[in-house]
């Protein structure tokens, strides 16, 4: 049993592709979902799918954490205390009754473990390593820009009148990242203006990362085994820091 979850998870072939396209699927859907039902009101139907994904995010924890090679870093690791934080979410409602759909939005974090499942799906092209840094960064950066999103809608939808759906909170959260600031919507409370400097603060770190991965000069991604420098010209045979000698595997024609 536990070779074949090393394979779905962690293997290479068609099975083991589609199975962690499948799990990229279910963290979409429910991403979606908890953004509608963040602050529904609560009935049988609603406590029935929440036990349903949670019993089923559980199982995913479950598993990776059978296959981990390091079971105490794994359990430790942001992205899996914030899913133990909304499996709790789920199932809170059987002890108090309530809906502690704030705490959802952390599920969000689940989409940077997509993002790395698809760049092991298959090698995108000759300029793989470029590839990657740009996807990664373009990930970080809409994961940065759904959360925050979540958090103001979750946050300030019963307190400010202007902010009334999803879209008004991420239009909100984009003016505040460009800087653009139309001054339309405004965060008046003391959470949400904390929120906004956190919006202007952390974003645009996250946006120049952005244009530096697609506007910097292509390089491979290959750590030196002496002192760890990951970014490598493509035709490097030694590394610029220490001089060591790196193995970069090339098709032969570069």
């Given at each position: 049993?536990k070779?074949?979850l090393?394979?779905?998870?962690?293997?290479?072939?068609?099975r083991?592709?589609?199975?962690?396209?499948c799990?990229l699927?279910f963290d979409?859907?429910?991403i979606a979902?908890?953004?509608?039902?963040?602050?529904?009101?609560?009935d049988?139907?609603?406590?029935?799918?929440?036990?349903g994904?949670g019993?089923?995010?559980?199982?995913?924890?479950?598993?990776?954490?059978?296959?981990?090679?390091?079971?105490?870093q794994?359990?430790?690791?942001?992205?899996?205390i914030?899913d133990?934080?909304?499996i709790?979410?789920l199932?809170?409602?059987l002890i108090?009754?309530?809906n502690?759909?704030?705490?959802?939005?952390?599920?969000?974090?689940?989409?940077?473990?997509?993002?790395?499942?698809?760049e092991r799906?298959?090698s995108?092209?000759?300029?793989?390593?470029?590839?990657?840094?740009?996807?990664?960064?373009a990930?970080?950066?809409?994961?940065?820009?759904?959360?925050?999103?979540?958090?103001?809608?979750?946050?300030?939808?019963?307190r400010?009148e202007?902010?009334?759906?999803y879209l008004d909170a991420?239009y909100?959260?984009?003016?505040?990242?460009?800087?653009?600031?139309f001054?339309?919507?405004?965060?008046?409370?003391?959470?949400?203006?904390?929120?906004?400097?956190?919006?202007?603060?952390?974003g645009v770190?996250?946006?120049?990362?952005?244009?530096?991965?697609?506007?910097r000069?292509s390089?491979?991604?290959i750590?030196?085994?002496?002192c760890g420098?990951r970014?490598?010209?493509?035709?490097?045979?030694?590394?610029k820091?220490?001089?060591s000698?790196?193995y970069?595997?090339?098709e032969?024609?570069?």
């Amino acid at each position: 049993m536990k070779s074949l979850l090393e394979n779905l998870y962690e293997g290479h072939s068609h099975r083991a592709r589609l199975f962690r396209t499948c799990l990229l699927g279910f963290d979409i859907l429910t991403i979606a979902y908890f953004l509608f039902t963040a602050a529904a009101d609560l009935d049988v139907s609603l406590v029935a799918l929440d036990l349903g994904v949670g019993l089923v995010i559980l199982a995913d924890v479950a598993a990776r954490t059978w296959i981990a090679q390091n079971r105490l870093q794994f359990l430790w690791s942001m992205t899996t205390i914030c899913d133990l934080i909304v499996i709790a979410s789920l199932f809170a409602p059987l002890i108090t009754g309530s809906n502690l759909g704030f705490l959802r939005v952390l599920r969000m974090l689940r989409l940077v473990r997509g993002f790395r499942i698809l760049e092991r799906l298959d090698s995108l092209s000759t300029d793989v390593a470029l590839n990657i840094r740009v996807i990664r960064a373009a990930a970080n950066l809409l994961v940065f820009i759904f959360i925050v999103t979540s958090l103001i809608w979750v946050w300030e939808h019963d307190r400010n009148e202007n902010i009334a759906t999803y879209l008004d909170a991420l239009y909100f959260t984009i003016t505040t990242l460009t800087t653009t600031g139309f001054g339309d919507i405004t965060l008046t409370d003391r959470t949400g203006r904390l929120l906004s400097i956190g919006v202007m603060i952390f974003g645009v770190g996250f946006f120049l990362n952005l244009l530096q991965a697609i506007f910097r000069p292509s390089k491979v991604e290959i750590p030196c085994p002496r002192c760890g420098l990951r970014l490598h010209d493509h035709d490097a045979s030694h590394c610029k820091h220490c001089g060591s000698v790196v193995y970069i595997e090339t098709e032969g024609n570069t």
